[in-house]
C-alpha cells in the first residue's frame, strides 16, 4: 500500500513539473507596478523571448511556469523601464569625452578644467567642453575669449553653454570658421565688444564653429556610445528618445544595434535638414527590435538661459529685447505642411511664450482638431495663459523636462517677472490638455537622473532640497502621474505604447528593480533610491 501511495505521489509531482510552461525568466516575491490603465500591482510575471507571457500572483506564476532563470525581487519595488521622453543620447556620450564644465562657479574655474582637460589630453586636434553657466558667476555676465586666447593660441577651443544654446570659442576658432566682426546669421548672434568678437556665440553662430569639427570616426561614436549606455542603464533607462540627429548617425546606431553592441533602445527624431527628409519621407519611418525613426526635430527657438527664447514682451532683465525665432515664421509653415501627409511627426522645440504661440498656431493650421499624429512642442516651457487651450484643441503634446523647472527657477523670475513666470514649467496644466504628458530629462543639458525627474515633478525641488515650500506647488504632479510620465505616457509619445512603457502580457520585457518604492518614499531619501537590475527584452543590461 505505502508503494503504491509512493508511486501515486511521484507520479503527481512528475505531471505537475512536466505541465508547467517553460519560460526564460520568472520574476516574483516583488511589488510590481504594471503601470497598466488601472496601475495596478502584482507580485510576478513571467518572461519568454524578450516578452512578457503572463503577470499575476506568486503562486499563480510559479505554479503555472518553470524557467531556467528566477529572480526573486525580495520585496522590492518592480518598475516599468524609465523611458526619458526628451534627451540628447549621442550628444551625451561625447560631453563624457570633453571638458566637463557643470556647475563651475567661474569662469576662472572653467578655464583651470579646460587647462587641466588640455595636458592630459594632448593629441586632441579640438578641445571641446559642455555645462558652463553665466548665471553662476559672479555678475551673471557672458565671458569673453581673452583668457582661453593667452592659453590656446594654436589650438581651437569651443565651450558650449549648458542648454547647448550658446558657446564661447577662441581666436582660433572664430578664425578656422572665418568669422568676422559684424557678421551675422539668422537666428543667433556673434557676440562683439567694442568692435571685437568676444567669443559668444548665441544659438545659430555656435553652428557655424561647430561645423567644422571633423565628424567623429564609427570608433570614436562607439566608445561615447557605450559609456552613455553604460550610464543610462545604471539609472533604469531602457529606452532614450533621441532628438535631432542626422540619418548618418542613425545609420551607425542601426549597425551597432544589429552587432549587438548597443541594447538600448531608441526612438528617432531627425533634424530639420533637407538631407534628412530626401532620405527618409520617401520611404516612411523606420523600425527594427530596438530602433525607431519616426519624427523631425525643428528649433522655433533658443533658451531663456542665454536670453535666445523668443518671447511676447521685452525681457525683464533686458529692456527691449524680445530674443529671436531661430528661423523664418513661413519654414515651420512649410515643414509642417510637408509633414501633415505623411507619418512622422512634427516636433518642435519652444521655450519663450511667443515661440510656442507661433508653434501652436500653426499646428493647429494643420492638423484641425483633435487627432492622433501627436505632434509634440518639446520643452513648452513659457506658456501664454491664452494658449495652454491650444495643445488640447489639437491634440499637441507638450514633452517636458521637471528639471528644467527646478534648475531655472534661481533667475527665471528674473528673466520673466512674476505675472509671466505663473505660465512657467507648468507641468499640471499641460497635462490637464490631453490627460497625458511624456517627461523626459533633456541630457546632457540636465543630469541623466529620472530620480531627479520625479523629485522635481513630485516635489519641485531640487537636489539641494531648495526651495522649502517647493517651486509653484500648484503645477506638481501626483506620484502616479509622474511615473506615467517616466514610462507609458513616453512610450505613447513615441508610438510604442503597444510594446513598452508597462508590464502587461505581450509587451518587451523592460524592466527595474529598485530598492526604494517611488510610491511610497520619503521625499528626503528620493535621491538615494538606487537601481538594484535592469532588464532590456528579458535581458539583464546592469545590476549583479
Known sequence: MKNILLLFVISFLLFSCSSKTSVDLIVHNGIVYTVDSGFSTAQAFAVKDGKIVEVGSNEAILNNYEAKEKVDAGGKAVYPGFIDAHAHFISYGQSLFSVDLYDSKSFDEVLERVKKFAAEHPSETWIRGRGWDQNKFPGKSFPTNDSLNKYFPDKPVLLERVDGHAYVANAKALEIANVHPGQTINGGSFETFNGRLTGILVDNAGDVIASKIPYPSKEEMERWLMAAQKNCFEQGLTTITECGISYRAVDLLDTLQKEGKLDMRLYIMLSDDKVNYDKYLSKGPYKTDKLFVKGFKVYADGALGSRGACLLQPYSDRPNWHGFLLNTKSHYDSVAALLANTDFQMCTHAIGDSANREILNVYNKYLKGKNDKRWRIEHAQIINQNDF????????????????????????????????????????????????????????????????????????????????????????????????????????????????????????????????????????????????????????????
Do not use: C
Open 389 to 544: 487651450n491650444l495643445f488640447g484643441n489639437a491634440s499637441i503634446i507638450p514633452s517636458v523636462q521637471p528639471t528644467h523647472a527646478t534648475s531655472d527657477m534661481y533667475w527665471a523670475g528674473e528673466r520673466l517677472g512674476t505675472e509671466r513666470l505663473k505660465g512657467g514649467y507648468a507641468l499640471k496644466q499641460l497635462l490637464q490638455q490631453n490627460g497625458w504628458l511624456p517627461l523626459g530629462t533633456d541630457f546632457p543639458v540636465e543630469d541623466i537622473s529620472p530620480f531627479k525627474t520625479f523629485l522635481a515633478a513630485v516635489f519641485r525641488k531640487d537636489a539641494k532640497s531648495y526651495p522649502a515650500g517647493g517651486f509653484q506647488m500648484e503645477n506638481a504632479l501626483s506620484r502616479e502621474e509622474t511615473i506615467r510620465g517616466m514610462t507609458i505616457w513616453a512610450a505613447k509619445a513615441d508610438f510604442m505604447e503597444n510594446e513598452i512603457g508597462s508590464i502587461e502580457t505581450g509587451k518587451k520585457a523592460d524592466f527595474i528593480i529598485l530598492d526604494n518604492d517611488l510610491m511610497k518614499v520619503n521625499e528626503t531619501d528620493v535621491l538615494n533610491t538606487k537601481v538594484i537590475s535592469t532588464y532590456s527584452n528579458g535581458k539583464k543590461v546592469f545590476g549583479k
